[in-house]
């Protein structure tokens, strides 16, 4: 029987923004590094508000001005149901946008892989512990300047991010070739 991909899954309060921008800007590099048949990547959002919306316009803004096509998101909420012990396609790991993200999926899901995204930018020291100094800013209620700077965020955080990627497919949990 062939392993299932691994499944990353970007998480923050309504999935329009934050984990959306994360969703399209990994995936790019999962697929950029020929892994697209290994890892599954998608986005969903602790709170169900926007459930079935398109991301905010200006996330779909930001990531057409940066080369990213997000114009086929729609939200969805993750639930304790996504890791029922039937669930087949559970998420595997789970990239927290902000600490109170990181609190709601280690409650849901003790038994996966959760972490904040910054604390994969190297940029940044002591990331052994989930802190507010990790969190992407919910840019919602300010202006455009903000969808920015949380893709200039997320964008930092991706090479580390791929590279646990490639720890875990590396690891032999997962499938590493086609």
């Known amino acids: 029987m062939a392993s299932r991909p691994l499944r990353v899954t970007t998480v923050c309060s309504g999935n329009i923004c934050r984990s959306p921008i994360a969703e399209y800007v ?23 508000w926007h459930v079935g919306d398109p991301a905010d316009p200006r996330t779909r803004r930001v990531l057409r001005a940066y080369g990213y096509d997000g114009d086929a998101h729609r939200a969805q909420q993750i639930t304790r149901a996504w890791f029922a012990p039937d669930a087949d396609d559970a998420p595997d790991l789970l990239l927290a946008m902000d600490a109170g993200h990181y609190d709601d999926l280690v409650r849901m899901a003790p038994d996966r892989d959760v972490v904040m995204m910054r604390a994969f930018d190297p940029a940044l020291v002591d990331v052994e512990h989930p802190s507010r100094e990790l969190d992407v800013p919910d840019p919602y209620y300010g202006g455009p300047d903000g969808f920015d700077e949380v893709l200039a965020m997320i964008e930092a955080a991706t090479p580390g991010t791929l590279a646990h990627i490639r720890a875990r497919l590396t690891r032999g949990s997962l499938p590493t070739g086609q």
């Open 26 to 48: 990994l995936r790019r590099a999962v697929e950029e590094a020929g892994l697209g048949h290994a890892v599954v990547v998608d986005s969903a959002g602790v709170g169900g």
